[in-house]
């Protein structure tokens, strides 16, 4: 499952120095705005112990985490909505990730240049947000512009996409982001096709660095804090990430390779079955289900099925993260 997400902020705020750190790629990460041009892309295993316990449980030969998929985008700017400081294309690169960790500066730190020339977080997140709805109002005026010949047709279907369109553009119009217009899933599902950067999942990630002990700078709310940069931090960032995606693990063990799969929270045995082959959709029979915790604590395949912590499923069982999962097909 390819599902990524896109380190955004104002240039200069640590972005490229937290994706090397993350995925320990050397991309540029200079003192500099506009230092990255084009994204890199890094994929960063996710921090599970659960899968060395499985694979030293079975001897297994290979062991293969979870991983996320992290995209190091330039930074943006004022007026990127309309194209100033390379505003498109970064604007594009983000439009093609599935959710956003927004880097906010929370450090003083005169050696390093900050592009307002001042560290003020809860403007710079303001700045980034502002350019993400503007472009996000830009996209849904052109499509409710495009529509209105069909709507004058009354077609239903088109009619129930402009409400849906003119509820969120009332939202942008008041200088907030699409997801603050509170859509269902069904209404989500009908405007999917416009990939709204605001509708995408967010976090914010503090750089705090090792330049500032002011925690009072730091804005309430927000969901990451790295301070300073810590293996410990990376792991929270890498998980809440994951989370952020909507995402869940399970795993497959025995001598040849242990392996945690990536899987959509809320996905049925076939649909999770698809994970490690297409095939297991439609061939699907059932699934011999057991938690990693209870199979841990059996000891054995032998001895959880004793003690019968091995269950059978079928088509309909929704896979909980960290099932053990053995599928017949």
Not at 46 to 66: G, M
Request: glycine residues 6%.
């Amino acid at each position: 499952m390819s599902l990524s997400i896109g380190i955004v902020g104002l240039p200069n705020v640590g972005k490229s120095t937290l994706f090397n750190a993350l995925t320990k790629k050397g991309v540029p990460a200079e003192n500099y705005p506009f230092c990255t041009i084009d994204p890199s892309v890094g994929i960063v295993p996710v921090p599970d112990e659960r899968v060395q316990l499985l694979s030293n449980f079975s001897k297994s030969k290979k062991t293969i985490p979870a991983v996320i998929e992290f995209v190091d985008i330039a930074g943006l700017v004022a007026g990127a909505s309309k194209g100033e400081g390379l505003g498109n294309k970064f604007l594009t690169n983000i439009r093609e990730v599935d959710a956003i960790a927004h880097m906010v500066r929370v450090f003083e730190d005169d050696s390093v240049i900050h592009v307002s020339n001042k560290v003020d977080p809860i403007q710079d997140i303001g700045i980034i947000n502002l350019e993400l709805a503007l472009a996000d109002f830009e996209t849904v005026q052109k499509r409710i512009s495009n529509i209105q010949k069909d709507v004058k047709k009354n077609d239903k279907e088109v009619i129930a996409e402009e409400i849906i369109l003119k509820k969120v553009e009332k939202v942008l119009e008041d200088g907030k982001m699409a997801i603050e217009a509170n859509l269902n899933d069904d209404e989500k599902f009908k405007i999917k096709s416009l990939n709204l950067l605001t509708l995408k999942p967010m976090l914010y990630v503090l750089n705090t660095s090792e330049a500032t002990e002011n925690t009072e700078a730091i804005p309430p709310g927000l969901s990451v804090k790295i301070d300073p940069v810590f293996e410990e931090g990376f792991d929270d960032l890498i998980k809440q990430s994951y989370a952020l995606l909507g995402l869940e693990t399970f795993f497959t063990t025995g001598e040849d390779e242990t392996r945690a799969w990536t899987i959509k929270i809320g996905s049925t045995a076939p649909i999770a079955g698809m994970a490690i082959h297409t095939d297991f959709k439609e061939k699907f029979i059932r699934a011999e289900v057991i938690s990693c915790e209870k199979l841990l604590e059996a000891g054995s395949h032998v001895k959880a099925k004793e003690k019968g912590w091995v269950r059978t499923e079928g088509k309909d069982y929704i896979v909980k993260d960290g099932d053990v999962i053995e599928f017949l097909i």
